[in-house]
T-cell receptor, first 117, second 119 residues
Framework: DTGVSQNPRHKITKRGQNVTFRCDPI?????LYWYRQTLGQGPEFLTY????????KSRLLSDRFSAERPKGSFSTLEIQRTEQGDSAMYLC???????????????FGPGTRLTVL | AQTVTQSQPEMSVQEAETVTLSCTYD???????LFWYKQPPSRQMILVIR??????QNATENRFSVNFQKAAKSFSLKISDSQLGDTAMYFC????????????????FGKGTLLTVNP
């Protein structure tokens, strides 16, 4: 299966600790997205990469959050000094953005569920 | 700013019957895509169906079809011959930009409708 993969699937941490999540997009996709989903809500956009360039960051992404996509392949999302309010499912998606009409559909990974104690 | 509203937090249907999930949206964009995603319990989100706003014909994918009313900004999902495996949270989502390029990177989701298919 060559879908979007995310690791770890679950992460439990104590408040104040740093955590890092990884996302591997579908190999031919040049766009990568991070979303956050809290219980009972739809996913909310966090950030977006076109190849290795981070082109958009949501106001939801505080200074404690940082995302990278070195070499335009996998991406990492780091949360520093975690807070209980960071507890959520973090979803990664990828797409082959471009000029073709059949692009723009985002395919999601299984997510990383973060619990901050 | 775009908004997506799903007014039915929960719905249930008997196996083999038909159910319709509602979605309305608000936007000033003329070109955009609309999506229905399915998120089964503890499983990843998968695309159910996609509609391009410039197409008048409603999209269909096997048992899934949409009723897209552009003027009314309505985008409902009909599931025919419901199956137990259709039990999931269903999210309606919007993305601007339409035909290639542009700002078509940020999906805006509704809060979802939890559909339960009963045997």
């Amino acid at each position: 299966d060559t879908g979007v993969s995310q690791n770890p699937r679950h992460k439990i941490t104590k408040r104040g600790q740093n955590v890092t999540f990884r996302c591997d997009p579908i190999s031919e996709h040049n766009r990568l997205y991070w979303y956050r989903q809290t219980l009972g809500q739809g996913p909310e956009f966090l950030t977006y990469f076109q190849n290795e360039a981070q082109l958009e960051k949501s106001r939801l992404l505080s200074d404690r959050f940082s995302a990278e996509r070195p070499k335009g392949s996998f991406s990492t999302l780091e949360i520093q000094r975690t807070e209980q309010g960071d507890s959520a499912m973090y979803l990664c998606a990828s797409s082959s953005g471009g000029l073709l009409r059949n692009t723009d559909t985002q395919y999601f990974g299984p997510g990383t569920r973060l619990t901050v104690l | 700013a775009q908004t997506v509203t799903q007014s039915q937090p929960e719905m249930s249907v008997q196996e083999a019957e038909t159910v319709t999930l509602s979605c309305t949206y608000d936007t000033s964009e003329s070109n955009y895509y609309l999506f229905w995603y399915k998120q089964p319990p503890s499983r990843q989100m998968i695309l159910v169906i996609r509609q391009e706003a410039y197409k008048q014909q409603n999209a269909t994918e096997n048992r899934f079809s949409v009723n897209f009313q552009k003027a009314a900004k309505s985008f409902s999902l009909k599931i025919s011959d419901s199956q137990l495996g259709d039990t999931a949270m269903y999210f309606c989502a919007f993305i601007p930009g339409g035909i290639g390029g542009g700002s078509n990177y940020k999906l805006t989701f509704g809060k979802g409708t939890l559909l339960t298919v009963n045997p």
